[in-house]
Nanobody, 121 residues
Framework: QVQLVESGGGLVQPGGSLRLSCAAS????????MGWYRQAPGKQRELVAQ???????NHADSVKGRFTISRDNAKNTVYLQMNSLKPEDTAVYYC???????????????WGQGTQVTVSS
């Protein structure tokens, strides 16, 4: 059993900052890519950022220069530092991780429960 638990969402004014965290736990053998998606009301889920085990990152154009993804492999945790937030960043943010469990098998994408980020004055 694997769980991803997110924290750090909330309400923030435009121009403000938030830091999201997502910790993976359970019968984990190895974690590959970790990342964040978001889904705004009435829109499709979109990739925000992802990070490989050794730190190579990819950020969506809409967040480049404002958001930064990072990870702590010792803690099985991925972070998303969000600065200069805009109202259009309002969405539910979901973390994911590609994991092989201790029971073996193939890589499988596990997802967090989602955390609401609202940017409003």
């Amino acid at each position: 059993q694997v769980q991803l638990v997110e924290s750090g969402g909330g309400l923030v004014q435009p121009g403000g900052s938030l830091r999201l965290s997502c910790a993976a736990s359970g019968s984990i053998f190895s974690i590959n890519v970790m990342g964040w998606y978001r889904q705004a009301p009435g829109k499709q889920r979109e990739l925000v950022a992802q990070i490989a085990p050794r730190g190579t990152t990819n950020h969506a154009d809409s967040v480049k220069g404002r958001f930064t993804i990072s990870r702590d492999n010792a803690k099985n945790t991925v972070y998303l530092q969000m600065n200069s937030l805009k109202p259009e960043d309002t969405a539910v943010y979901y973390c994911y991780a590609q994991i092989i469990t201790q029971s073996g098998g193939t890589w499988y994408n596990y997802w967090g429960q989602g955390t609401q980020v609202t940017v409003s004055s």
